[in-house]
DNA sequence: CAGTTTTCCGAAACCGATTTTGTTGACTTA
DNA sequence: TAAGTCAACAAAATCGGTTTCGGAAAACTG
């Protein structure tokens, strides 16, 4: 039996049984018109000869795939985003329940996105569109309403309304943080966040400083340093506020990968993350545990975000009102062992560090 | 302009020009029994109605969908595999070369699995199937050879004939692996595995033991530790190892997950990584590099793994003969700071490892 | 028992493309 | 000049379903 040849068809049911395929076909979808014999009858030649009705065929007369589609934003060979796996992970699961399967395409800018919108779109290939990683002004979210095809979104927009949305609480949440390093006894707190365009990144630079102010602390652009969301963008950042001449005694990160990075730098001049440095993360990735120290980071449960996206944009395509489904979660601090009390005061930590940037480093990579 | 409707068909293109649709139709599909004006004006007309042809449509009548599946084992909340994340990547990035897409299912078990597969085939919802993990004796591929749906894995299984595959030679792999230790002055080397129904798990033991045997070092059962595929099995594994009465110093790892379990235990203990005990990975995660220390691992590019067994299945739909679609590449090893010569004997480690497994471990986690 | 409803199902239209078959007029050819 | 060729397209069949329409038989009415 190869591909479509051979396959079994609503004809090959409806003559089997001596009807007529409408019959088959009404049997199949629940009508309730038929006599319970024929339907019986019906149902067991179904069996019989184990026949499955083409996706393609009765999409091509109802008008739905039964299919979402996802583009993800894939930077130029930088990987996968762990978080982007397990969010689509939970997006599986759910649709898997709900019999519907998800279509996942890559894009590497922000024009290719929107050509595999508009061909996913104009092919007819997916019913709507799971959107991640909002930009502050986002061109994905701004095409899809203009042409008024169904979406949610995993995070916001400068202008949250008019459509479905899922997201963290980005701003409380990072006042939350600043909140928590202040009781520990920090007074310097630095912040090492994204580019600015994207949403999230922009809501939790925005939650730091509210943090900031709801305590009192004074304000200083110094302390917060925007980088490539990466374990590189940490190192990057964690050197650029340690070398301050007043370094914070903790950091503040936009992400994860940013926090990783940032331990790494510590380390790597002889500081001790979670004393010397507390670094605080955000994803709740699963290798935050095994780093040394453990990272204490926000979690938001990827997964369930997945799922949870899903479900709303099948509720969307039901019909329901994407501006009634808008909402928002909170993270949990996840404390493990990169934060703590202050060990030095900001000048002893600025003087530590200042002989070690001078010297070598204390422990690096070899073989490289 | 919703979904379906408002969408502009091949009829209105018809229409426009004044000709019949199967004019157009050729037109786009390039036969050469049109005169050059009247193409000329139905590309014009196709233009300016933004006219993109239904996927469903075409597909209903040519039995090809231009979409490929991919169904994804995932633990029980496990989370997502890092790895096939970006494999999934590499996937992605080839399709779009192609015009192709990606269908992404996942399966929380066996059945579920094959189920999905049979969901997906029979509605006719992909043209073909990546298998990744295979498993020594796989009742994915199994299926698919038995009805004949084309497919590429990624993995062998024990019989490796009669389908295309891409592998990275394990064995040989896992025997560099032995000898790189012992070229660094290991005598005892441990092996830290999963479950040996997979079939890459398999290998990679067979490779270590063929390693030892190449150098003429014994082979100890003892020294073999089979453990769930995670950082959680990584710890039982090192635990299991280092407190045999002579423990191994170096412990081969077969994922990177296992390898950084076990670089925690190691730390937990105070036996510092790269110098009392040596791990080596597998995999080549980013994340690897931020580990402390960072981690020795051998690297396949698991995008460049998933961009070519995309092309392999596009190959075998085009016709290609499977069977010549077979190909084994090698991993690089990587070398970061998780290796390095034995600072103790086995005797000696195990003294060290008595005396702190009896009292407090060196430093865990704090605040849970 | 004739007229009206229901019940149940066959026939056919339809979804939007591709592909096959048929038709027309222009152009060759004998 | 009648017959045959060919280029260029129209018309219709087809893919495999869903849905509309309508009609025959059975079941109710009064």
Redesign the pocket.
């Known amino acids: 039996m190869s591909r479509?040849r051979g396959?079994v068809?609503?004809?090959d049911v409806a003559r089997h049984v001596?009807?007529?395929?409408?019959?088959v076909?009404?049997v199949?979808?629940n009508y309730n018109?038929?006599?319970?014999?024929?339907?019986k009858r019906i149902l067991q030649a179904v069996k019989d000869l184990g026949?499955q009705?083409?996706a393609?065929?009765?999409n091509?007369?109802?008008?739905r795939q039964d299919t979402l589609g996802i583009v993800i934003p894939v930077g130029h060979g930088s990987g996968a985003d762990p978080f982007l796996a397990e969010f689509i992970d939970g997006i599986a699961r759910a649709l898997d329940e709900l019999g519907l399967d998800l279509l996942v395409t890559t894009a590497h800018s922000r024009d290719h996105t929107i050509e595999s919108l508009k061909r996913l779109i104009a092919r007819r290939k997916v019913d709507g569109f799971i959107v991640t990683r909002t930009e502050v002004d986002d061109a994905r979210i701004a095409y899809l309403k203009e042409h008024n095809f169904p979406f949610v979104a995993h995070g916001r927009t400068s202008d949250p309304s008019g459509y479905a949305w899922f997201d963290i609480d980005n701003e409380a949440t990072f006042a939350d943080g600043v909140r928590h390093l202040y009781s520990l006894g920090h007074q310097r707190i630095g912040f090492i966040g994204g580019t600015l365009e994207l949403n999230f990144a922009l809501q939790r630079l925005q939650g730091y400083r509210q943090g900031l102010e709801a305590l009192g602390l004074p304000r200083d652009e110094e302390l917060e340093s925007v980088q490539d969301l990466s374990e590189r963008g940490g190192i990057a950042g964690a050197e650029a506020l340690l070398a301050l001449p007043s370094p914070p005694t903790a950091l503040l990160c936009a992400t994860d990968a940013l926090a990783i990075g940032a331990i790494q730098f510590c380390r790597k001049f002889g500081l001790k993350p979670g004393s010397d440095v507390t670094v605080l993360g955000y994803d709740g990735l699963p290798v935050g545990e095994y780093l040394d120290p453990p990272l204490t980071t926000f979690s938001q449960s990827a997964q369930d975000a997945g799922a949870r996206v899903a479900r709303m944009l099948v509720d969307v395509l039901d019909g329901a009102d994407p501006q009634a489904l808008q909402s928002l979660a909170r993270a949990d601090l996840i404390r493990r062992a990169s934060d703590g009390a202050p060990s030095m005061t900001p000048e002893a930590l600025a003087g530590v560090l200042r002989d070690r940037l001078n010297k070598q480093p204390h422990s690096g990579n070899k073989g490289e």
């Not at 001596?18 to 019959?23: I, S």
């Open positions: 479509t396959s068809t609503i004809d001596g009807v007529a395929k409408g019959t076909s009404r199949l979808n018109d038929i006599s319970e014999t024929t339907k026949y009705p083409s393609t065929a009765r091509l007369k109802r008008g």
